[in-house]
């Protein structure tokens, strides 16, 4: 009976639909693997396909290819350690979530997942058949159990791989990044150890997926709930795990514990990679963005330098008329201090034009909204101009308050591809630029040191659409708006909740409004890295169309 198992664990970012890319992957991963010495090389959850694969995996052409890629695997790895790796797989008219054993050229064992997620960015239920449970499978002599991601997060699954001769559990994931996601993972964790007194290796992905990141941050604990080992957050890596069999049972050898990021840090660093992930897979190789001189801007091109290099961004100052002497400084010190290219496009003359090509239809009007979104829409369309010739990918650049009471042009500042920072509230853009001023990291492609001006950061927040314009004329001060946002939007409050929580009725009701009449803002707007449970788009569906608003209370 062996005595000792080591485990090669590839922490890896799998990119949805290539499936021969991801084959390839897993094959250095075992070869990686079989070079260590180890009897198993495990990936995640649904890696040949990549993952989160919404529809795409229900078209059988897709779905058989990807089993054909795994069988594939099995025989071209029968020679050496077993593989473990995730895909879809089909039986009768069921398509199940599945984790797949190969060894000895064929598919020695599978795994199927039986609670679906279906709730936040998951529509598991709609996709895939739920599965019995099953007893683990063997490789070498150890009999492993294989909970598929939520099925770790119940105690019955774990329990009855125990039950029924389990000795370690290997857990694949496909666990997506939301603010303090690692310590909600590990208390579960840690209640399966407890509960079954088995080792537990947590192996999750790595890299973006349209709007999601996957953090990584793989672990392993020993009964009791002690880590012996945690792979870095947001790095792909190879680790290799030694099991040893001792008195009280299967026990991980101490290995290398990586240091936990602080949640701003961790925050930057997923608007980064999601970015540099988004811009790879999608096939863009250089973004550009409209540089306003204000906070929001200088924080996307931060992003964007830090993702992409210097070298690979644009950024394009378009001021009118109202556009402030400081804004226009403000703006070419950030270009110049990141190293990017900086370009100088007035409007005046478009909007001129534009103005006088509506005289006749506008006539004798006042002036109002229509004439300062003229402006936001002409730079628009001068971003989507250039990013047309020049092959680059435009950024928008409104933040989470913004977004969320439409406080943004369609059609002109929300126009592009891409959002880094829509799911940062304003006050945590302040706080993650004061953060990125104050560090710098290896994974960073920018440089070193202050990158934003301190007056980008302290100056009054202004769209400069109109004469002395201010964010604070339309919306309560960003503090006051965040916290009623949080209440509204992140626990899904009511305008009473707001009241007792201390902020006006009548700013709580005005904002739930502007909330609500917004929606077909959001559900044009280009997708953005999700931080937080309660992103705009798949963690929060509304309808656009929708007269209620909360019932109207006194104190």
């Not at 009999?143 to 029924?164: N, Q």
């Not at 290398?256 to 930057?268: M, N, R």
């Not at 992140?490 to 902020?503: K, T």
């Amino acid at each position: 009976m062996a005595e000792t198992f080591r485990l090669t664990l590839a922490q890896l970012n799998a990119v949805v639909g290539d499936i021969e890319g991801n084959a390839r992957a897993a094959r250095r991963a075992w070869e990686a693997g079989r070079d260590a010495g180890a009897d198993l090389v495990a990936l995640p959850e649904m890696f040949i396909t990549g993952y989160n694969t919404q529809d795409l995996v229900l078209k059988p052409a897709f779905h058989l290819e990807a089993i054909a890629a795994i069988e594939a695997l099995a025989a071209e790895c029968a020679e050496g350690p077993a593989l473990a790796i995730g895909g879809p797989w089909v039986e009768g008219a069921s398509l199940f979530n599945a984790y797949f054993i190969l060894q000895g050229g064929h598919v020695a064992a599978r795994v199927l997942k039986h609670h679906l997620p279906n709730a936040a960015v998951f529509d598991e239920e709609r996709i895939f058949a739920s599965a019995p449970v099953t007893g683990p499978y063997v490789v070498d002599g150890l009999r492993i159990g294989s909970p598929i991601c939520e099925d770790a997060w119940y105690e019955d699954v774990a329990e009855t791989l125990a039950e029924t001769g389990a000795e370690i559990l290997l857990v694949p994931n496909g666990s997506p990044y939301h603010r303090d996601k690692f310590d909600l993972r590990l208390n579960h964790m840690v209640s399966r150890v407890v509960e079954t007194g088995l080792p537990l290796v947590y192996l999750n992905l790595v890299g973006g997926q349209d709007d999601q990141i996957f953090d990584g941050g793989s672990f392993v604990l020993n009964p009791g709930g002690q880590m012996a080992l945690k792979m870095p957050v947001f790095d792909e890596e190879i680790a290799h795990l030694d099991l040893e069999r001792t008195e009280a049972g299967w026990r991980a050898a101490p290995g290398a514990v990586a240091p936990h990021p602080d949640a701003l840090e961790q925050d930057y660093r997923a608007t980064t990679e999601a970015l540099r992930d988004y811009c790879r897979k999608a096939g863009f190789g250089k973004v550009l963005l409209g540089l306003s001189g204000g906070v929001d801007s200088a924080l996307v091109a931060a992003i964007a330098v830090d993702a992409l290099g210097p070298e690979n961004v644009r950024c394009v100052m378009l001021p009118s008329a109202y556009t402030s002497d400081h804004s226009l400084e403000d703006a070419k010190a950030v270009a110049e201090t990141l190293g990017c290219t900086y370009d100088f496009v007035p409007i005046d003359k478009g909007r001129a034009a534009i103005t006088e090509t509506l005289a006749p239809l506008f006539g004798d009007l006042p002036a109002d909204l229509t004439e300062e979104n003229i402006q936001s829409r002409l730079r628009g369309l001068l971003l989507m101009a250039l990013s047309n010739k020049f092959g680059e990918m435009l950024l928008t650049t409104g933040n989470k308050s913004e977004v969320a009471v439409g406080y943004a042009t369609i059609y002109g500042d929300m126009a592009g591809g891409y959002n880094p920072i829509k799911d940062l509230y304003k006050t945590r853009v302040f706080e993650i630029c004061r953060w990125r001023n104050a560090h710098y990291r290896d994974w960073m492609k920018g440089p070193d040191g202050r990158v934003m001006p301190d007056r980008v950061i302290s100056k009054p927040p202004s769209a400069e659409l109109r004469e002395d314009q201010k964010d604070s004329d339309s919306l309560p001060d960003y503090p006051v708006l965040d916290g009623i946002l949080e209440i509204l939007v992140d626990l899904d409050g009511s305008v009473a909740d707001c009241v007792a929580a201390g902020y006006a009725r009548e700013d709580a009701a005005k904002v739930e409004h502007l909330l609500f009449i917004s929606e077909y803002k959001r559900f044009q707007s280009a997708p953005g890295t999700r931080l937080s449970a309660k992103a705009f788009w798949l963690d929060r569906r509304y309808p656009i169309v929708n007269r209620w608003r909360s019932p109207s209370s006194e104190d």
